[in-house]
């Protein structure tokens, strides 16, 4: 790792096979806390290549613990965290409004590092408890439409870093590197970056992998789409620039997106979105997420009809009776687990 470290300080870049290797050496745990530390302060100093992502994003592969759910149309709802706006659980809120309108969502994710709740605390907040079990995750997503993978469970690599992760308290690339190492390798995502950088950098390795990407920015900074801003969406077939008008929505404010300081006040306003008291804001920055997942599915919706299905799966409810299925079949006794 010295050695690496001090290539990398002299503005050299890894290959693809170069960041394969480290991060299997990580899975490993051959490295201690301190240069885990200062190779991730690397990228904060510095963007990280094309190659170094995807060689990353090979080695966790490799290790994962691979799942077969039998769900080729399923989707994958995902920000990449790390814009410092402690928003709500808006992604995952938008996985029970997409599986509220009839769809399947095999959801990625992990607690939070750079910010107060990430989906697995939001989720464990309501006696949610992970498991790796195929024949659980498959029966969530058959009687619910919605399965969750706790990201340590499946990528040893994620579960090695977090407790520098969590120390550091600040964005890093393994914040890059979740939304593309889903152990089930989903061809749908909907995925939110936090800079058009990194856009660019997804659709480059979702057109070389062939997944079928929607890659959603508002230019305001936010990893989703937050009608506080006009906002990006990417394709593999192009670009464009849309406000919340565009989706016959009302445009909100920063301030309306806020999470709360701990996990219970995120888990609060989690809930208060999903039975529809929450904010016009809130519902709305949901509604546009999940619209845009269901677009990814099925481009021939057309936006009108996906901001319909969306806005009806929240507010008759559908989407709340989804949530409250799979917190009842994810809420089993330790003794249930094997």
């Not at 100093?45 to 992502?53: G, K, Q, W």
């Not at 990353?56 to 706006?85: H, N, S």
């Not at 910010?115 to 006696?127: C, I, K, P, T, Y």
């Amino acid at each position: 790792m010295n050695r690496i470290l001090s290539n990398l300080f002299e503005h050299k870049s890894l290959s693809r096979t170069e960041a394969r290797d480290i991060m299997l050496n990580i899975a490993d745990g051959r490295y201690n806390d301190n240069q885990l530390s200062a190779f991730m302060t690397v990228f904060l100093m510095r963007s990280i290549t094309p190659d170094e992502l995807t060689g990353f994003r090979d080695a966790i592969l490799m290790r994962r613990v691979a799942v077969d759910l039998g769900a080729p149309d399923a989707i994958d709802i995902v920000g990449t965290g790390g814009d410092g706006k402690n928003t709500f659980n808006i992604s995952t809120a938008s996985c029970f409004v997409v599986a509220g309108a009839g769809r399947k969502v095999v959801k990625h994710g992990n607690y939070g590092a750079s910010s107060v709740s990430g989906a697995s605390n939001v989720l464990e907040q309501h006696g949610v408890k992970f498991t790796a079990d195929p024949e659980r995750l498959r029966r969530s997503l058959d009687e619910c439409g919605v399965t969750f993978l706790h990201a340590p469970f499946f990528s040893p690599a994620l579960k090695s870093v977090g407790p520098v992760r969590r120390s550091l308290r600040m964005r890093t690339f393994f914040n890059m590197l979740g939304p593309l190492v889903n152990p089930t390798l989903p061809r749908n995502q909907l995925l939110g970056v936090y800079n058009l950088k990194l856009m660019r950098l997804y659709r480059y390795i979702a057109q070389n992998e062939h997944i079928n990407c929607t890659i959603v920015h508002s230019l305001d900074g936010y990893d989703e789409i937050s009608l506080t801003s006009p906002f990006k969406v990417a394709t593999n077939t192009g670009e464009k620039v849309l406000e919340a008008a565009d989706l016959g929505l009302a445009p909100g404010r920063q301030e309306d997106l806020y999470g709360g300081d701990t996990v219970e006040e995120a888990a609060a306003v989690f809930d208060d979105v999903l039975s529809g008291k929450a904010s016009e804001a809130k519902r709305n920055c949901v509604i546009a997420n999940a619209a845009f997942a269901l677009l990814t599915l099925e481009p021939g919706l057309g936006v009108e009809k996906a901001v319909a299905e969306a806005k009806a799966s929240l507010e008759e409810g559908a989407a709340l009776d989804r949530f409250r299925r799979f917190v009842e079949l994810n809420n089993f006794l330790e003794k249930d687990k094997t």
